[in-house]
């Protein structure tokens, strides 16, 4: 199996695409303020744009694609066919697990990232009381989910190029083995008694 270009153009697409939607999810992340009711003496949460919960699934989804993409091509590792013995195989296998828990980790800050900040508090408290909660996102999810979508990134990279490099397909090629062909001497004995 060789390296397919158009793979590697749609694995990193794919990616970076994730990451640009996990910085955008970042950046919007919805915000929150107290905020008095104008018919009784009670306060409530008001909270900002919900954008950033429709980002982090948008990179959820599409870092999946492209996990389940080179895992499909590569078989992932376990059922596919056989692979040359040596340090590539190794490479092969470090950067299978290299990319799995780096894409496990991103997929988890991304969907707990959306979850929390789709979620919006339902508390009221009186006007005069101080300490109104109101639920928010902390900071850094996303852009943690961000970095762990590039490192996944670069360890599905090596992890199918060392992979094509490695695979077998099953079968080693043995060069100069077997039975050799050699030139017949029928025609220069045939030659010297005529």
């Not at 990193?12 to 910085?23: K, N, S, W």
């Not at 091509?73 to 780096?102: D, E, H, P, Q, Y």
């Not at 980790?105 to 979850?115: P, T, V």
């Not at 996102?137 to 490695?166: P, Q």
């Amino acid at each position: 199996m060789g390296v397919s270009i158009p793979i590697l153009v749609i694995v990193i697409a794919f990616h970076l695409i994730a990451f640009v939607l996990a910085v955008g999810a970042e950046r919007r992340r919805s915000t929150a303020k107290v905020q008095p009711d104008e018919y009784d003496e009670r306060t409530y949460c008001v909270y900002g744009t919900d954008a950033s919960t429709v980002y982090g699934l948008a990179a959820f989804g599409l870092l999946l694609i492209s996990q389940t993409l080179v895992n499909c091509i590569t078989k992932c590792l376990c059922f596919g066919r056989g692979m040359m013995g040596g340090s590539s195989t190794t490479c092969a296998i470090f950067f299978f697990v290299f990319s799995w828990v780096s894409f496990l980790g991103a997929e988890a800050c991304l969907l707990a990232g959306s979850a929390k900040n789709a979620y919006h508090t339902k508390y009221r408290g009186f006007f005069q009381a101080d300490h109104l909660s109101c639920a928010t996102l902390r900071k850094g999810v996303f852009a943690a989910g961000a970095a762990l979508t590039l490192l996944s990134m670069i360890g599905s990279i090596f992890y199918y190029w060392i992979h094509s490099k490695a695979d077998t397909g099953g079968w080693q090629k043995h060069q100069n083995e077997g039975l050799g062909m050699a030139t017949s001497n029928y025609t220069e004995s045939t030659e010297r008694k005529g």
